[in-house]
């Protein structure tokens, strides 16, 4: 029954007005993430994007999708490692990370922190080994984090 019961909730919040102004902001924060991911010289496997993540192939620079997901997770960013086409790595160990921006629109950030949220990520991947980077990192998440906390249901 509880599936049943997060579906409706689910189907509810879908048919108010406000849904539709959060789904065309999660599009229009996935196209400035992308973009400035790709400004910062990450290749992102489609090219950009048109919904709401994105795929980011990270063999050249030389990184795998596990390893990037584990230093970003110590960081406070969720991605999630993800096989890319012809990928010949292993599934558990693939050449790419998923970035999506629901989550971040729940919480009200829109383009101008998704330029923050690329540079962290690019920072991330440039200088993965680097102390000072993932401190760098890590406080610029937990200011956003501050910035735009997870609004609650019933508030």
Not at 28 to 34: F, G, S
Not at 51 to 78: C, E, F, S, W, Y
């Amino acid at each position: 029954m509880h599936a049943i019961a997060a579906k409706a909730v689910c189907f509810g919040e879908a048919l108010k007005p406000d849904f539709k102004v959060y789904a065309k902001q999660v599009v229009v924060n996935a196209k400035a993430l992308a973009g400035r991911l790709m400004e910062r010289g990450l290749r992102l496997v489609s090219g950009g994007t048109d919904n709401h993540l994105m795929l980011i192939d990270l063999r050249p620079q030389k990184r795998t999708g596990k390893q990037v997901q584990d230093i970003a997770d110590t960081v406070g960013i969720t991605l999630n490692r993800n096989s890319i086409p012809f990928d010949d790595a292993s599934k558990f160990n693939p050449s790419g990370v998923r970035v999506g921006t629901p989550l971040v629109t729940t919480r009200g950030m829109r383009e101008t922190e998704m330029v923050v949220i690329a540079d962290c990520i690019a920072d991330l991947v440039e200088r993965i080994d680097d102390p000072a980077t993932r401190d760098s990192v890590h406080e610029r998440a937990l200011e956003l984090c501050r910035k735009f906390p997870i609004p609650y249901a019933f508030d």
